[in-house]
């Protein structure tokens, strides 16, 4: 079982940067391939991005490529997502998580859950 606590959230002004962080603090964290979700006002949560379990290969929702990267220091157990050029409609709670297979959390499943970290991004 592995439990999550992200950090970094808060608030900026459009355009601006954010690095947000999620510390596995029990479990085994690189037997997980991770990912960073997010759940803005009033619609579902959706994925946004993943990282396999050695850091080898990432994957991004359409709508963070080139603005997000995602990263991962195992020897820490610690997950990040830098997030570059920040828009309004990247407002939400960002939500970390973890499952054993990096095509699920792609699918957006996932078997663990982080209690999420606010973003709040204004024009």
């Known amino acids: 079982q592995v439990q999550l606590a992200e950090s970094g959230g808060g608030a900026v002004k459009t355009g601006g940067s954010l690095t947000l962080s999620c510390v596995a603090t029990a479990g085994i964290f690189d037997n997980y391939a991770v990912g960073w979700f997010r759940q803005a006002p009033g619609s579902e949560r959706e994925f946004v991005a993943a990282?396999?379990?050695?850091?080898?290969?990432?994957s991004y929702a359409d709508s963070v490529k080139g603005r997000f990267t995602v990263s991962r220091l195992n020897a820490i157990k610690t997950l990040y997502l830098r997030m570059n050029s920040l828009k309004p409609t990247d407002t939400g709670v960002y939500y970390c998580a973890a499952h054993w297979m990096y095509e699920q959390i792609t699918l957006g499943k996932a078997d663990y859950w982080g209690q999420g970290t606010q973003v709040t991004v204004s024009s």
């Open positions: 990282i396999t379990e050695g850091g080898g290969s990432t």
